[in-house]
């Protein structure tokens, strides 16, 4: 049974840095896409950015490209946050989608494994 157990959430002033991490166990994720998606409250789950399993190609959402980083280290996906904003503040959520990094980002997604989230919050 998959899961995926995120962590590294809190709160931190705009302009600092966290590190989200997302544990994957439970099935192999070859030729899977693991991503981070967001939603902040009152607005639709946006995404952020993904990472290919196989081969660490990487895709970024313009709001958060040249700040954020998402990267593996055998099971584990991070997602590095820098300069960050108020606007960053949401709930994050880590996805495994058998898909490219492409169409994780731009389709909705149906099917694949979510994990419950973690907060995030950037105060001014």
């Known amino acids: 049974q998959v899961q995926l157990v995120e962590s590294g959430g809190g709160l931190v002033q705009a302009g600092g840095s966290l590190r989200l991490s997302c544990a994957a166990s439970?099935?192999?994720?070859?030729?899977?896409?693991m991503g981070w998606f967001r939603q902040a409250p009152g607005k639709e789950r946006q995404f952020v950015a993904a990472i290919f399993w196989n081969i660490g190609n990487t895709y970024y959402s313009d709001s958060v490209k040249g700040r954020f980083t998402i990267s593996r280290d055998k099971n584990t996906v991070y997602l590095e946050m820098n300069a960050m904003k108020p606007e960053d503040t949401a709930v994050y959520y880590c996805?495994?989608?058998?898909?490219?990094?492409?169409?994780?980002?731009?389709?909705?997604?149906?099917?694949?494994?979510w994990g419950q989230g973690t907060q995030v919050s950037v105060s001014s």
């Open positions: 996805h495994a989608r058998r898909t490219s990094v492409h169409t994780m980002a731009r389709v909705p997604a149906r099917g694949g494994y």
């Open positions: 439970g099935g192999t994720f070859v030729n899977y896409s």
